[in-house]
């Protein structure tokens, strides 16, 4: 069955760089079509997408963050990369990595992980 | 960008009666192909979102049929027939038509 995961640091500090892993099974991004995104979620405020990397290796940002967001990711690995530049304490939130096949919905999701940035 | 609104923040439902969630966004999300790049999903409290609805009007794999979405091109609506106790939760549109993608401010629906 589809399952990813997320894994990072839960506290990091402003102005650090903030790395998260999504390790994934039950399906490959080199299949046509394939697709994991990153969305993330303030405590108690809506889900803000962030990011995008397609089986072709084609990546896709947020307008508002593309400066600070690289995505990337391992094939034979089953994993996907995203790295986020100059933490700011609004940076704040769950991340998630979620599955997307072709533009049919993000069909699957990780449980998250909160990090939280604080001095 | 395109910009996803739900007029709602908050839906008060009694169990048993029908809901309705509507969900605008500022450009057409209609392609070329005849789909509407429109998503549901649902997240219920302490859980990851899970997704409802695709291209408008499909249903995701496991999602009762009490759960139905409609329209097209910039207006949307997500509806349960009748709403159950355990369909307390947040509910987000999202286009899907292009990136960057976006999500509505979400719609608390709670038990009257």
């Known amino acids: 069955q589809v399952t990813l995961r997320e894994s990072g640091p839960a506290l990091v500090k402003p102005t650090q760089t903030l790395t998260l892993t999504c390790n994934f099974s039950?399906?490959?991004?080199?299949?046509?079509?394939?697709?994991v995104n990153w969305v993330r979620q303030p405590p108690g405020k809506a889900l803000e997408w962030l990011a995008r990397?397609?089986?072709?290796?084609?990546?896709f940002y947020s307008t508002s963050l593309k400066t600070r967001l690289a995505i990337s990711k391992d094939t034979s690995k089953n994993q996907v990369v995203l790295t986020v530049t100059n933490m700011d304490p609004v940076d704040t939130a769950t991340y998630y990595c979620?599955?997307?096949?072709w533009g049919f919905g993000l069909d699957f999701w990780g449980q998250g992980t909160l990090v939280t940035v604080s001095s | 960008e395109i910009v996803m609104t739900q007029s709602s923040l908050s839906l008060p439902v009694t169990p048993g009666e029908p809901a309705s969630i509507s969900c605008r966004s500022s450009?057409?999300?209609?392609?070329?192909?005849?789909?509407?790049?429109l998503n549901w999903y649902v997240q219920k409290p302490g859980q990851s979102p899970q997704l409802l609805i695709y291209?408008?009007?499909s249903r995701a794999s496991g999602v009762p049929d009490r759960f139905s979405g409609s329209g097209s091109g910039t207006d949307f609506t997500l509806k349960i027939s009748r709403v159950k106790t355990e369909d307390v939760g947040v509910y987000y549109c999202?286009?899907?038509?292009?990136?960057?993608?976006?999500f509505g401010q979400g719609t608390k629906l709670e038990i009257k």
């Open positions: 979620a599955r997307m096949l």
């Open positions: 039950g399906f490959s991004l080199s299949t046509t079509g394939m697709r």
């Open positions: 291209l408008g009007s």
């Open positions: 450009q057409s999300l209609l392609h070329s192909t005849g789909y509407n790049y």
């Open positions: 990397i397609d089986w072709n290796d084609d990546k």
């Open positions: 999202m286009q899907g038509l292009q990136t960057p993608y976006s």
